[in-house]
């Protein structure tokens, strides 16, 4: 029989994890794109984080695109960047090698 004093992680634990995953993950974005513009898994970081990059390309968000490059341009080696394409979301990728500058804008379409 459980002790009066041993008690399962309640509601604030689960809170408390159901908040902080979300930010791990978001935060995580940098490093990761840090360490594999070294040393390889770029279709990993840009496969882990489309769902992140499918909103800023659905939103066609140049803020969010340029903050998302931003952030993982940030220490990682030369020529490192995310690759946004809104007219098919989905499909960005982070990439090592010949990247357009940021911020970009978007191209308008008129009809």
């Known amino acids: 029989m459980p002790d ?5 992680p309640g509601w ?4 408390a994890v159901a908040l902080l995953l979300p930010l791990l993950y978001l935060g995580a974005l940098g490093p990761l794109a840090w360490i594999s513009s070294r040393w390889g898994g770029r279709e990993a970081v840009s496969l ?3 769902p992140v990059t499918w909103v800023a ?3 066609e968000s140049e803020a969010l695109m340029n903050a998302i490059d ?3 341009r940030f220490g990682a080696a030369e020529s490192s960047g995310w690759i946004f394409i809104p ?10 090698g010949i ?13």
Do not use: D, N
């Open 48 to 50: 882990m984080y489309r």
């Open 70 to 72: 931003g952030y993982s």
């Open 4 to 8: 009066a004093h041993e008690r399962r």
């Open 99 to 111: 990247v357009p500058s940021y911020p970009v804008p978007l191209p308008r379409y008129s009809e």
């Open 12 to 15: 604030a634990f689960g809170s």
């Open 87 to 96: 007219e098919k979301p989905g499909h960005a990728r982070w990439t090592v």
């Open 57 to 59: 390309e659905v939103s």
